[in-house]
């Protein structure tokens, strides 16, 4: 089992620290023939997106599913709650990343440059991202984690974004309260720091997605 991407990219950070609370090693390597748009590279996933993971010569695209398939496979650690509503609070973190709190994303990050900033694609998205954040704090449980004592599937898909929205929101002078300080996603921030797994992942992540924007920062 291969998984392919940066670890600079959140969706493949989400699947690195979701194999790790289910105690399963998996270090993400560059994509076969030298990137995610090579010939290799698309007939495993023809998507063109990372992560991918490779199993068995067959290409498993989609942050999401390869983590539904981590569970699937891998059993014995459930990265998931017991209780049948904890899972499902679990799930709901996790979807809301990924269809509200990602597609306001994309406009902020394409609107990093104050100077040649679309300010009403901007304002949407900030309040977007807002209302996400709410919905998120809503699905979560008792914590510190997104659903108790210990980290699955949502804060696994929080986390990485979260730093993203950080990192963006302090590098780009919106003017805005960071959506992500509440009282609870402040805690859940914690309990995340805490947990040494999670940290050291969250570490790597961030120092790769820091160089990132820094490179994409010098071509804007
Ligand atoms: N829905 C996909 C999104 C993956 C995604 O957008 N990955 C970005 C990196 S953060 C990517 O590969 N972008 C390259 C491109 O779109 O060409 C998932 O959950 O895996």
């Known amino acids: ?29 560059e994509a076969p023939g030298g990137g995610i748009k090579s010939p290799e590279y698309l007939k495993l996933n023809p998507i063109g997106k990372m992560p991918t993971l490779e199993v068995n010569g067959q290409g498993i695209g989609e942050s999401a599913v390869i983590c539904d398939y981590l569970e699937d496979a891998y059993p014995q650690k459930s990265g998931l709650p017991k209780d ?43 309040q977007d991202l807002t209302k996400a954040c709410g919905y998120i704090e809503h699905a979560m449980g008792a914590g510190p ?53 999670c940290k050291a992942i969250l570490d790597v992540h961030a120092t790769a997605l820091d160089a990132f924007l820094k490179t994409m920062a010098g071509r804007r």
């Not at 994303?105 to 900030?126: C, Q, S, W, Y």
């Open 145 to 197: 984690f997104c659903v108790g004592a210990t980290p699955t599937l949502g804060d696994c898909t929080l986390a990485p974004t979260t730093v993203l929205v950080r990192k963006m929101l302090g590098a780009g002078n919106f003017g805005v309260p960071d959506p992500t300080s509440t009282p609870r996603l402040q805690a859940w921030w914690k309990a995340m720091e805490g947990h040494a797994d």
């Open 1 to 29: 089992m291969k998984l392919y991407g940066s670890i600079a990219s959140p969706y493949v950070a989400r699947v690195v620290l979701f194999a790790k609370i289910k105690g399963v090693e998996l270090q993400p390597s």
């Open 84 to 126: 049948p509503l904890d899972r499902a609070r679990s799930r709901l973190v996790a979807r809301i990343v990924d269809i509200y709190i990602s597609p306001a994303i994309g406009p902020i990050f394409r609107n990093m440059n104050p100077a040649k900033r679309d300010t009403a694609a901007v304002e949407t998205a900030l």
